[in-house]
């Protein structure tokens, strides 16, 4: 029996397909693979795929498919007698022409007469175009974002078709010459111009990162040790004890890269992580330990109530904000008029915020957060609207501000709002990380693995 890895995937997506293989496509068979699914089983499977149909129709000879083969992987057409060989074949064994790919690539004794001298030129050619699909896979898998866009179900800003004949052209191109990372990320350049640019570029690193709360009470703490040593935690991070005080740990060793552009859903049960993460990444929280590089101005949406004293006005919260932000009050007056009329609060505006109702505060805060666009937004579901007759005009102007950032993390519960705004998610577990992958995994994932929500919500 074969093994599968990940050059043989590669050179079933150049036969079948002539192009590299998609980064999930790869990581799926892979993970087939060790349900004992052979490279004859994965052969078998993508000769039914769309992909491969739609362009080998049924219609179409067996020699056109074999051909077809032949230039995908070496750059020309089967010799007369070889593809007489595969004709026969196909006539007396039944060979399809999954047994034939097989065969030919993965086979180091052929049945069938060969030029030595041929067979080194194809082999050559083959381990080259084997080669550049490694780098472009690589390539593409630095980035969740260019992972959902190079699959056959491909999203905004590339067009499946398009970038699929770009690519099948480059490899079709490769011959002899062996190709350099530099030609593979000039080809990945040119599938969309400068949104790919922007999605090559990091716009938050972390390394090792961990992150402890110090918990400082008047309870007996010896019963709270024998308590945080017999009780299992279903839900927060964990604790560690010290001799004067209790830690959360609430992050624990985060490794994580967003690049610009990407918009990722923090996905996890009460107390997984996510809102830690958002503080983090927006500087309210100070890792205990390893490395965060912010390469973005990270605007955070994560308190129902304003950080500044209730016996202020809500002109003054405005005026605080907008100097914050613009380091003047120059067009401070119809910032103001706009935030009067969105909130409904009129000659409220005036009086002090412990005046206000939590509707009251609650619109006041969210119309002053949502006035202008920011490049990157770290939002927490749990931010408050106010009361009903505010929601609607609430999730317009949330969805359009959202839709504005270049780059969004979004904690929420509700898949529907995931699927709306985000393609990468990144599933909390007791502070730390259990999955990231594209939204649909991700959230997938969580379905079926995490303990709090099958056995305590579910």
Same mark, same amino acid.
């Given at each position: 029996m074969i093994n599968v890895d990940a050059k043989k995937l590669q050179t079933l997506y150049i036969a079948y397909f002539g192009r590299p293989g998609d980064p999930s496509g790869i990581n799926y068979w892979l993970s087939r693979s060790k349900e004992l699914l052979t490279i004859k089983d994965i052969s078998n499977e993508l000769s039914r795929q769309d992909e491969y149909t739609k362009f080998c129709a049924l219609d179409k000879s067996l020699e056109f498919k074999i051909n077809k083969v032949y230039l995908n992987l070496f750059n020309r057409k089967a010799d007369f007698d070889v593809l007489n060989y595969w004709v026969e074949m196909a006539d007396n064994q039944d060979y399809q022409i999954s047994d034939i790919i097989c065969e030919l690539v993965f086979t180091k004794k052929k049945t069938y007469s060969i030029n030595i001298t041929q067979e080194k030129k194809d082999l050559?050619?083959?381990n080259n175009k084997i080669l550049a699909a490694e780098l472009f896979t690589k390539q593409i898998s630095q980035s969740i974002? &260019? *992972?959902?866009l190079y699959k056959p179900d491909s999203i905004s800003p590339w067009i499946s078709g398009e970038s699929f004949i770009k690519v099948t052209q480059f490899l079709c191109n490769v011959d002899n010459e062996k190709q350099s990372i530099d030609m593979v990320s000039d080809l990945i350049r040119s599938l969309s111009g400068s949104p790919i640019n922007m999605l090559n570029k990091p716009a938050i690193q972390i390394t090792d990162i961990s992150l402890s709360i110090p918990i400082y009470h008047s309870e007996n703490r010896s019963l709270t040790k024998r308590l945080a040593k017999k009780v299992t935690n279903i839900t927060g991070g964990a604790l560690d004890q010290s001799k004067n005080r209790t830690n959360i740990i609430a992050l624990n060793n985060i490794n994580l890269?967003?690049?610009k552009g990407e918009?990722?859903? &923090? *996905?996890?049960?009460n107390g997984s992580g996510k809102s830690s993460f958002l503080r983090l990444?927006?500087?309210?929280y100070i890792p205990t330990s390893g490395n965060i590089n912010v390469l973005v101005d990270v605007y955070p949406m994560l308190q129902k109530t304003f950080l500044t004293s209730s016996e202020l006005s809500g002109l003054d919260a405005c005026k605080a904000h907008y100097l914050l932000n613009n380091h003047s009050l120059d067009g401070f007056e119809s910032f103001l008029e706009e935030i009067i009329e969105f909130s409904g609060l009129g000659s409220y505006i005036s009086l002090p915020i412990k005046t206000y109702s939590e509707g009251m505060s609650?619109?006041?805060?969210?119309?002053?957060?949502?006035?202008s666009p920011h490049d990157c937004l770290a939002i927490d579901e749990g931010f408050g609207t106010g009361d009903a007759d505010f929601c609607d005009r609430a999730e317009e102007r949330m969805k359009q501000f959202m839709e504005s950032a270049a780059t969004l993390f979004l904690a929420?519960?509700?898949e529907e709002l995931l699927k709306q705004f985000c393609n990468r998610g990144v599933v909390f577990s007791h502070g730390s990380i259990a999955y990231d992958g594209p939204l649909d995994a991700a959230l997938n994932y969580y379905h079926t693995h995490?303990?709090?929500r099958k056995n305590v919500i579910g």
């Open positions: 050559h050619i083959l974002t &260019l *992972i959902n890269t967003i690049m918009r990722v859903g &923090l *996905i996890g049960h990444i927006s500087g309210i609650a619109r006041l805060i969210f119309s002053i957060l949502t006035s929420s519960h509700s995490d303990y709090y």
